[in-house]
């Protein structure tokens, strides 16, 4: 078991990052899943930072990329350029190819660039020109999302932010660690050096044991539960909010749900999920899938209210009939 070390990961990366410890426990649950996050917060809430200070701690190949909208597909997965000296065309390749992708700012770009980057994501390989190019491995892409300043953003269309295992919600720190945050970064002699804890085959045996974390089968039928309380609403008793949703969340929501779930227990020194294990995490991986309509935008109705919702009323012993 490799909880001590991921205590110590934990540790190393709070020598940099103040008062994240969510955005860090997810980015890790990303990565230990093979699941892949989208942050969503305002300008500097130390998200770059923190995916940095990660990947060193992880000791992982690092990327930043800045999407813009008059950024082509070539300029995230690489291309073929003429060499004069050979006369034959050789593959370059782009910043996607790295253990740990930042795709800062993801609604910035137009939707060949994000449908790249998804692509990328969802077959772990890339192809330029005739060849095709498998990725590293571990492969994980962390997006950020900004939701203010809209003007000039091309969003991500439901179906694509479906690939993301979760969509987490950064919010703005308390007193004392902003308080903490001033004092580090207001002080130019600070040093952000941190140590490597983890190797890629670390990150290899932690899948595999929470692979082996055991799941009570009244705790998979919550699961599903919960999923078609998203798309049969009312069936759940859920009348008010039925009238809110558009379309429910996909087969991928119970499948990350499910990984999630492992990941929390394993990462608690478990190798058994409780149902609190399931709550904890149902809205990162839920929130982002709930399709709402005009008139929960107009009644100022979040997924996240809705998902909070699901969680109060729909029953973990009630009996579910798989068809």
């Known amino acids: 078991m490799h909880q001590e070390k991921i205590a110590e990961v934990i540790q190393e990366v709070k020598k940099v990052v103040v008062g994240q410890d969510k955005m860090v426990n997810r980015l890790l649950i990303g990565l230990f899943t093979n699941g892949h996050?989208?942050?969503?917060g305002v300008p500097g809430l130390a998200k770059t930072l923190t995916v940095n200070t990660l990947a060193k701690v992880l000791h992982l190949d690092f990327n930043r990329i800045q999407f813009t909208p008059d950024?082509?597909?070539?300029?995230?997965?690489?291309?073929?350029?003429?060499?004069?000296?050979?006369?034959?065309?050789?593959?370059?390749?782009?910043p996607i190819f790295a253990n740990v992708i930042l795709a800062d700012e993801v609604n910035r770009s137009p939707a060949k660039v994000q449908s790249a980057l998804l692509e990328a994501m969802q077959e772990k390989q890339v192809t330029i020109g005739e060849h095709t190019y498998q990725l590293d491995r571990p492969f994980l892409v962390l997006a950020t999302q900004n939701p203010v300043d809209q003007e000039g953003t091309y969003p991500l269309p439901e179906a694509q932010v479906d690939r993301f295992m979760m969509k987490v919600h950064i919010d703005y720190p308390s007193k004392s660690d902003e308080m903490e945050v001033m004092r580090r970064m207001s002080n130019m002699q600070y040093s952000s050096e941190v140590r490597p804890i983890l190797s890629k085959q670390d990150i290899f045996e932690i899948r595999n044991q929470i692979n082996a974390v055991n799941m009570a089968e009244p705790l998979e039928h919550y699961i599903i539960?919960?999923?078609?309380?998203?798309?049969?609403?009312?069936?759940?008793?859920?009348r008010d909010e039925a009238k809110y949703i558009m379309f429910g969340v996909s087969p991928r929501a119970s499948i990350n749900l499910n990984l999630a779930s492992k990941a929390v227990?394993?990462?608690?020194?478990?190798?058994y999920v409780l149902p609190e294990d399931i709550k904890e995490i149902a809205e990162d991986v839920l929130n982002h899938r709930i399709l709402l309509n005009y008139e929960a935008e107009a009644d100022n109705v979040s997924?996240?209210?809705l998902v909070k919702t699901l969680l109060e009323k729909v029953p973990i012993n009630k009996s579910v009939t798989l068809k």
């Open 303 to 305: 997924t996240r209210s």
């Open 265 to 271: 227990a394993y990462m608690d020194g478990r190798d």
């Open 71 to 94: 950024l082509l597909p070539s300029d995230l997965i690489g291309t073929m350029i003429y060499n004069q000296q050979t006369a034959n065309f050789e593959v370059k390749k782009g």
């Open 225 to 238: 539960e919960l999923v078609f309380a998203t798309r049969f609403p009312q069936q759940y008793g859920l």
């Open 37 to 40: 996050i989208l942050l969503e």
